[in-house]
């Protein structure tokens, strides 16, 4: 009796730790790859690569909108923000971070939102890397509408009209405080970018396509899966993940 209760206990912690594991969402096969992820990248960095003549797009402002809502576990936050380096890292190397350059803001969001650090606050990577190290995790619903009007309000507060506008958003589940699409719409119909990251099994989710600007969609199946495939876009080794 005591080896079949054994045998019960082993069963249940096996199955325990199966269950943790696989807790992570995983996705459909459909994931992002490196190339597809630095192609959309590239794109967006463009501007600042190519001569244009007489040309006032030169710079950049990014808004990171980070997803701090309850559903992120804070390993998995962690990973998040090691991403947001990385695509930070890559936008730094062709639209570099300067007082008269691009400039990068960040805020989080779960039932409320977080404005980070503003647009003309940090004025090089090292810096802008080391403030989205500190963002903590906050936990709450997912409130991407707010998110949206913030990201907008942070532009405006410190608006530049030569420079370009792109809000990269991450998230792992749908919006579930309000409908965030009028608010995308409308961003968009100013010629601002959005770029939606959407992790886990939500990658079909009703509405992240009308979210985001046409063709900056990229999905993945974990965080872990994102980080490492957004360092390897920009070439570099997938090792090290939590630096």
Known sequence: MKRFCALILTAALLLNEWCVVNSIPRGNGTSTTASQLSDILKKIVSHCTTEQTNSKNSDLDIVFVLDSSSSIYDTEFKVQKYATKMIAEFIDRHCPIAPDGTRVGALTFATDVEREFELNEHTDLATVKAYIDAIDNRKGAT??????????????????EENSKLI?????????????RPRATSIKKQGWTICVVSIGSHGDVYGIDDIASPGCVVKFGSFTEYAKVARKAQGQDQTDIYG
């Open 143 to 160: 409130n991407i509408k707010l998110a949206l009007e913030t990201a907008q309000l942070m532009f405006e507060d410190f608006f530049l």
């Open 168 to 180: 990269w958003l991450l998230t792992d589940t749908m919006s579930n405080l309000g409908d965030p």
